[in-house]
């Protein structure tokens, strides 16, 4: 794989650069001091990976990333000195395209490598995802319950990668506060980012949003945000759970495997919307909503930083519509039932 680096520090640079050479078998191309050097470079000689900076001289990372995933897109990975302190702009080069974030690492013999390790994971979680062909594997694992009770409440539930951050807010500030129904959303993220995109999107909508937790049950209006490193899924007392399980997939939480609960589980009304990302996840969880009753959705591809996804669900005919980023709001509530219909029609 051909990586660049983008980082106006010459000794991150190197760093980067050892890192690569020493535990990769990839190679560094070019590197690039800033965001607005970086658009030139990748214009004439595109690589199938940028580790982006966020903040440099003439031209910030996210700026950088917008251009470059608008002209010669390729994956982005952000690498900055703390993705905590920079968390706006995180999600804005998310936005635009960024596949993940991470923050720097560094040699002090204090942390023991761990930061190293997390960089090189996180590298080599991005390689997989640029380089997977393989179908994604379907969770064979059950939730048993004894009782199952009747869920009226209508779940909007929406699976979202790169790109998706924007999406989202794009999609939730059209979504008035008082909408009768809830919402769970699986977005390929970072752990560590997940309470920081919760607080973001508070700032986007009138909804209110919060972290899926273990053992709750979804409430109206609200917005949930699956985070960590387990698997979200919604059992058949409507109540949201976590499981390690599968452990090979590249993301937790899968999308496939949270819409392949719903349509086991859920016996209310469901609204399916599979959104901007790289890869397949979702695609054969949104075929198995809409074959179990939900109305589905897939964003279309001119509003889409990455078409990998919505693409792929289209092509197995999961999607009942097609729709750019800022209709899915209108559409979502027309489809949704009003607060006395006990049935749900899809169409």
């Known amino acids: 794989m051909k990586i660049a680096i983008v980082n106006d520090v010459t000794s991150i640079r190197q760093l980067l650069t050892m890192l690569i050479s020493k535990h990769s078998s990839h190679t ?60 706006d702009k995180v999600f804005q080069a998310m936005s635009y395209g960024a596949l993940d974030a991470i923050s720097t690492p ?51 539930c929406i699976g979202s990668s790169t790109g998706g951050p924007g999406a989202l807010a794009i999609l939730f500030t059209d979504i008035p506060k008082d909408i009768n129904a809830t ?32 053992g709750i049950t979804p409430l109206k209006g609200h917005v949930y945000i699956a985070g960590g490193d387990e698997h979200l899924s919604i059992n058949q007392l409507g109540k949201l759970t976590f499981d390690i399980n599968p452990r090979e997939l590249i993301y937790r939480p899968s999308i496939d495997i949270f819409f392949e609960s719903i349509s086991k589980n859920r016996t209310g009304p469901v609204i399916g919307v599979l959104l901007t990302g790289m890869g397949n996840d979702g695609a054969k969880g949104l075929l198995n909503l809409l074959n179990t009753g ?54």
């Open 28 to 87: 560094v191309v070019w590197e690039a001091d800033d965001g607005d050097t970086a658009v030139e470079k990748c214009a004439i000689d595109t690589p199938d990976m940028i580790l982006m900076d966020l903040i440099m001289p003439k031209m910030g990372g996210a700026e950088a990333t917008e251009i470059i995933m608008k002209n010669n897109p390729c994956a982005i990975l952000i690498v900055t000195a703390s993705v905590t302190d920079n968390a």
């Open 183 to 214: 919402f769970v959303v699986v977005q390929h993220v970072d752990k560590n980012f997940t309470e920081g995109l919760c607080e973001w999107l508070n700032l986007q909508t009138k909804l209110e949003v919060k972290m899926a937790e273990e």
């Open 106 to 156: 560094n040699l002090n013999p204090l942390n023991k490598n761990s930061d190293i390790d997390a960089f090189l994971k996180k590298l080599h979680i991005v390689d997989r995802l640029t380089t997977n062909t393989e179908r994604i594997k379907q969770s064979q694992s059950s939730i048993v319950t004894t009782e199952i009770t009747e869920q009226t409440l209508p779940l909007v």
């Open 294 to 347: 939900a109305y589905t959705i897939a964003q279309n591809q001119e509003s889409c930083a990455v078409f990998g996804m919505p693409r792929a669900a289209i092509k197995l005919d999961a999607a009942n519509a097609i729709l750019d980023i800022n209709e899915l709001a209108n559409q979502i509530m027309r489809h949704l039932p009003k607060p006395d219909e006990k049935t749900y029609q899809a169409g």
